[in-house]
């Protein structure tokens, strides 16, 4: 069974950090691409960061690039999201998800709709 957990999620003050985890079960973890999804209220789900966990590249959304970092344990098939400097937008609730690789057949980034299997998600609340 195919399993995608996330935690870490919490209240945090702005300027503050938050480590997000996804643990993956259940298939070939160095076959796929992870990435960080956050949907807040009456908003679309977006893309924050994804890595390839075959070789590592990584791709930040511009709202986060500088303040969010992606990073892979492959020995461990867990994915991290260290989340620096957060600000009242960055509230959401964070979701993991896994794909056959970052990129569609078309060269383009992956889109949400074209990840395979979810987590459940964790909720980011940054006060101002």
């Known amino acids: 069974e195919v399993q995608l957990v996330e935690s870490g999620g919490g209240l945090v003050q702005a300027g503050g950090s938050l480590r997000l985890s996804c643990a993956a079960s259940g298939f070939t973890f160095d076959d796929y691409a992870i990435g960080w999804f956050r949907q807040a209220p009456g908003k679309e789900r977006e893309g924050v960061s994804c890595?390839?966990?075959?070789?590592?590249?990584?791709h930040y959304a511009d709202s986060v690039k500088g303040r969010f970092t992606i990073s892979s344990d492959n020995a461990g098939n867990t994915v991290y999201l260290q989340m620096n400097s957060l600000k009242p937008r960055d509230t959401a609730v964070y979701y993991c998800a896994a794909a056959r690789g970052l990129y569609n057949d078309y060269g383009l980034l992956r889109g949400p709709n074209e990840y395979d299997y979810w987590g459940q998600g964790t909720q980011v609340t940054v006060s101002s």
């Open positions: 890595i390839s966990s075959s070789d590592g590249t990584t």
